[in-house]
């Protein structure tokens, strides 16, 4: 992830957090999206749109170096159904949470000498400097909450398939036409000069 650094790229909705100083009650960042940022979100994941988009997000420090980041995404998301193109809005209304840690590298067996990496969920992601970009994390869990396949509702692909010709009746005597009919007319006619 993107959202740690120490020498900042642009992001779309950047809000840093310094992590030496905050106190010991963590923080709390509260975004609401310009017009600018959510045009920048939207450009930036392919949306049509994104009306409203406004984030509350905590981080605090925990036992162990561990940088717990929970938030809750709101808004609205304008996307294109997959199968007809039209505009499909989806309400947004979902948590997330993190859980970061410094020096991820010194977890390492004591016999190979090799990191230990951890299947729980909660398994922490590196950290490394004292920023964090809360503004580059709820962007990216925008388009983790986003609708990966968002449908008009009522919308079939039935609805949008070429009918077949004959205004898309089917009767017994309608016969499917072969890809290569064509080259069986070739293949049944006789040969010249062989």
Do not use: W
């Not at 900042?8 to 009650?25: C, W, Y």
Request: glycine share 10%.
């Amino acid at each position: 992830m993107s959202q740690l650094t120490d020498k900042k790229e642009n992001s779309e909705i950047e809000r840093i957090v310094d992590l030496d100083r905050m106190g010991n009650n963590g923080t709390a960042v509260d975004i609401v999206a310009s017009d600018g940022e959510r045009a920048a979100l939207a450009k930036r994941f392919g949306f049509l749109g994104l009306p409203a988009f406004s984030a509350r997000v905590t981080v605090d420090r925990r036992i162990g170096g561990q940088i717990v980041v929970e938030g809750r995404l709101r808004g609205k998301i304008v996307q294109a159904c997959v199968l007809t193109l039209d505009p499909v809005t989806q309400e947004l209304d979902d948590t997330f949470r993190l859980v970061f840690k410094k020096d991820l590298a010194d977890e390492r067996d004591p016999d190979s000498g090799e990191a230990v990496l951890s299947a729980h969920a909660d398994a922490p992601e590196p950290l490394s400097g004292n920023l964090l970009d809360v503004g580059e994390i709820v962007a990216e869990q925008l388009s983790l909450a986003a609708d990966p396949y968002p449908r008009r509702p009522g919308a079939r692909l039935e609805d949008v398939l070429p009918r077949p010709r004959g205004g898309g009746r089917k009767g017994a005597s309608e016969q499917r036409r072969h890809p290569f009919a064509g080259l069986a007319v070739l293949r049944d006619k006789p040969r010249r000069g062989r």
